[in-house]
Every structure is written in C-alpha cells, then in structure tokens.
C-alpha cells in the first residue's frame, strides 16, 4: 500500500517548529495534541486529519508527501485516493475500498477462466 513520505514530514515539522517547544506548537497548529505532534516528529504516521491540519499549517499540498510512483497500477492509485479522502464516513470509506478489492479480485477470477 502507499502512504505517505513520513520522513519528509516529519522533517518539515522540526524545522517549522525549530526551537519552539512542543506545547507552544500545538497551541499554534490547533487541533492537535502534544503527543500527536511528537508522534509525527518521531516517524509515526498521522491520522488523515490529522495529517491535513499539519499540511494546512505547513502550507503545503498533501500530495508532496505522497510515496506514489508514475508505475502504480490503476488499483493501487484508486485505493491510495479513496483512503486520502477525508470527506467519507469511515465506514463509508471501508465498505469503498472492500468493494473495490473484491472487484479486482473477480476480474482476475473471471479472467483467468477465459
């Protein structure tokens, strides 16, 4: 699965930051807690949301952290988008993705018979 260059991100936060503390940070950023912010820092991937507020503070665009290479199938590429999507419902979002699985996996089926 794709996902995002965390290293990156985490990279631009530090330097955003730069001497301040933590705590100030988050109070700047808003919306996010200390540990959240450390975690980021640290190499751990965000939640979505939580990934697009940072991006919101960083100005910048979410997809310069994206790990997507111009060769990723066309499954891969829908299913990176729909899970970077933060407008769904997250079981909306779930029931999409296991859709879409599922119809990869039964055109292989089905073609593999022809």
Not at 42 to 52: A, H, K, L, S
Not at 64 to 89: C, W
């Amino acid at each position: 699965m794709n996902s995002i260059d965390i290293d990156k991100l985490a990279e631009m936060i530090r330097q955003k930051r730069n001497n301040r503390n933590l705590r100030e940070t988050a109070a700047e950023i808003g919306d996010i807690s200390i540990s959240t912010l450390s975690r980021v820092e640290q190499g751990r991937v965000p939640d979505i949301n939580t990934f697009f507020t940072l991006c919101t503070w960083l100005r910048v665009n979410p997809n310069d952290f994206s790990n997507m290479k111009v060769g990723d199938s066309p499954k891969e590429q829908i299913l990176y988008h729909l899970r970077a999507d933060n407008t769904l419902p997250p079981n909306v979002n779930e029931a999409l993705v296991a859709m879409i699985e599922l119809a990869y996996k039964n055109s292989e089926t089905l073609g593999s018979r022809s």
